[in-house]
């Protein structure tokens, strides 16, 4: 199990852990260590310190990374037991699409949503409203439900920007566009029963 040619399997374990310093220290067993980097944490969540997520004497579930055979220190994962939610980001979202989440987080600068499990976007406050807004709990609470466009997708920063300004103006755009095209849908068929009834006349010598 524990060959280092098999890093980066699914293959996994309990261990109990001991959150020391910044990193998690996890007891393997017979006296062996492993050690869970702290970006090696979450995909998702920005984790300050492993006490966040973890106690000490905690079981936790990881895969063995890496192998220090001189040594003899195992580097762990926990965040690889799951699909990181941005592979293949830009397959799955597309600037200008749509999307509809819960509000997980306000800042001073915005107010975060969830586009999936692991997934989050920014609606940064200048993007919150086509009015200015002083204050971002004024719209947007945790737990409200926002309607937001993508604006940007940068999948090395691992960052999405939300706007609910730019949604707004899209609707508005193509409820002027389906206005339109039915008014011009109307005056095409007033054309045509006019020459019909046109056509009738003539056909009576009126």
């Given amino acids: 199990f524990f060959s280092s040619r098999r890093r980066h399997t699914r293959c996994s374990r309990d261990w109990s852990s001991d959150v020391c310093s910044s990193d998690l220290f996890v007891d393997i067993g017979e006296g062996i260590d492993g050690l869970i980097h702290i970006s090696d944490l979450s995909w998702s969540k920005k984790v300050g310190h492993p006490s966040e997520l973890f106690n000490k004497d905690d079981k936790v579930r990881a895969i063995v990374l890496s192998i220090d055979k001189e040594t003899e220190k195992f580097s762990l994962g926990i965040k690889q037991l799951e699909r990181d939610p941005w592979e293949n980001i830009k397959a799955r979202y597309k600037i200008g699409q749509a999307i509809e989440g819960k509000v997980t987080k306000t800042a001073d600068f915005g107010a975060f949503v969830e586009l999936e499990e692991g997934l989050e976007g920014l609606v940064h406050i200048s993007e919150l409203s086509p009015e200015q807004v002083n204050k971002v709990t004024d719209v947007a609470n945790v737990g409200d439900t926002l309607k937001a466009e993508i604006i940007s997708i940068d999948a090395r920063e691992r960052k999405i920007g939300l706007s609910v300004k730019a949604m707004l103006k899209s609707e ?35």
Avoid at 175 to 186: E, L, M, R, W
Avoid at 192 to 204: F, I, N, P, Q, Y
């Fill in 172 to 206: 508005e755009r193509a409820n002027i566009a389906q206005y339109s095209g039915n008014k011009t849908t109307s005056n095409t068929l007033g054309d045509v029963l006019g020459a019909k009834l046109k056509s009738v006349k003539t056909e009576k010598g009126e």
